[in-house]
């Protein structure tokens, strides 16, 4: 069973982010399922490694949109991500020294992004669908 999804009340209706955000949980889940199957610790290690280099990108493009369109809560926005992205390395060290990964530590990653999606993405969301209706 999977550890989180999708649906629509997270979405933000923005197709490519979106589009993302589904991706990401997956790779959360493909994480839980790989750690659940007892996979080895290469083929877990590899997962987080493709976990952390997915979020990077796509915290990349969120705040490419984000200044393309002026946001104003961009830089705050930013440290949240860098926060996640520290979490991400964190976990992963941890992991690469010996500790295991727990149901709270997959948890934790879904949680984070199902209350930052709901909260500061949907922010962001209202501010450039604001300016595609002010603008269009």
């Not at 933000?12 to 790989?34: R, Y």
Request: charge should be negative; proline fraction near 1%.
């Amino acid at each position: 069973m999977a550890i989180f999804e999708w649906d629509d009340s997270i979405a933000l209706g923005i197709p490519i982010i979106d589009e993302q955000h589904k991706a990401l949980f997956c790779w959360i889940n493909n994480l839980d399922e790989a750690v659940n199957r007892g996979d080895g610790a290469g083929a877990v290690g590899e997962v987080i490694w493709k976990l952390i280099t997915y979020v990077a990108e796509h915290f990349r493009i969120e705040e490419q949109l984000m200044l393309s369109s002026n946001f104003p809560g961009l830089t705050s926005h930013r440290i949240e991500h860098d926060l996640f992205v520290s979490r991400l390395r964190e976990i992963q060290v941890n992991f690469n020294d010996g500790h295991e990964l727990g149901k709270n530590i997959l948890e934790f990653l879904a949680g984070w992004l199902v209350n930052h999606i709901k909260g500061t993405d949907q922010g962001y969301s209202r501010f450039i669908q604001q300016q595609l209706t002010a603008n269009g």
